[in-house]
Every structure is written in C-alpha cells, then in structure tokens.
C-alpha cells in the first residue's frame, strides 16, 4: 500500500457489505457468550498497540473500531435487537427472502387480479400493471415471504 492509497482509503463503503455479527465471526444467534469469546480474541489480533509495522496501523486501527462498534452494539440486548431489526430490513432489499420464483403462466388469474398462494396461506395479490413492468418482487401482507415473478 502506498501513501496515494492510504489518503483514499474509505472504510465506509466496506462497513456496510459486512455485519457486526460477519465482523465477530458469529452466527445471528451467537450466544453472548460467543460473541464476547471472539470479541476478545480479535480485540488481542487487532488491536492498534500490538501492531507495529508501518502500514498496517491504519487497517488494524479501523478494523478495531469496527470490532469495538460491532461488540458494543450486540452485547446490549436492545441495541441488538434494534439491529437485528435492521438486517432483515436490509436483506429484503437484496432478496435473500424470496421464497419462490414464480412465473406469470403459473399465476391463478381471477376477475382481472393475478394470485398466488404464499406458504402462509394467503393469497398475495399481483396486479396486472406491477406484472406489465417484467421481472418483479413481491411482498406477502400476512408474512415477511417474498415472491419473484418473471
Ligand atoms: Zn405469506
């Protein structure tokens, strides 16, 4: 890493792909326990006073922000189910809810509104206009099922 890179070098756009629990090596349900066991161990690993290299402090000191943020965040009940909260709000932007893919043929069509039976049991309702638009994704009322329609 040159200095050009160092001045540039944005941990922003990295925070965002990763979770506090990927950043701990933990699963969502990770015990507390768990999470204050890896905590500590990368705290030790990443922790700017251990790190001597030239270089290697800049990346070593933001990752420590991220493991400390990630640790004081989880280790609060509430903040942590404030942020769970906020995950499932983001993976549904990225799909990871779809349930089933579903093609328009296979819709049941009655009096002008296409259907589909969710696994929940309800019948999420599909206009025919939000079909028109090609490739869409559709949310369930009754449950958090999405469905992507093609
Ligand atoms: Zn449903």
Avoid: W
């Amino acid at each position: 890493m040159n200095m050009e890179d160092k001045q540039e070098f944005t941990p922003s756009s990295q925070q965002c792909e990763q979770s506090f629990y990927s950043i701990l090596g933990c699963d969502q349900d990770a015990t507390f326990d768990e999470l204050k066991h890896n905590y500590q161990i990368l705290v030790k690993k990443h922790h700017p006073d251990k790190q001597t290299q030239e270089g290697i402090d800049f990346i070593s000191d933001d990752k420590f922000v991220m493991i400390d943020k990630a640790f004081k965040t989880l280790k609060d009940e509430k903040a942590r189910k404030e942020y769970d909260a906020s995950l499932l709000h983001g993976s549904f932007d990225n799909s990871s809810l779809i349930y089933a893919e579903i093609e328009k043929k296979d819709l049941n069509f009655v009096m002008g509104v296409f259907y589909f039976t969710c696994r929940c049991g309800d019948n999420i309702e599909i206009t025919e206009d939000i079909i028109e638009e090609g490739e869409c994704i559709v949310e369930c009322s009754e449950c958090t099922n999405c469905i992507l329609i093609k």
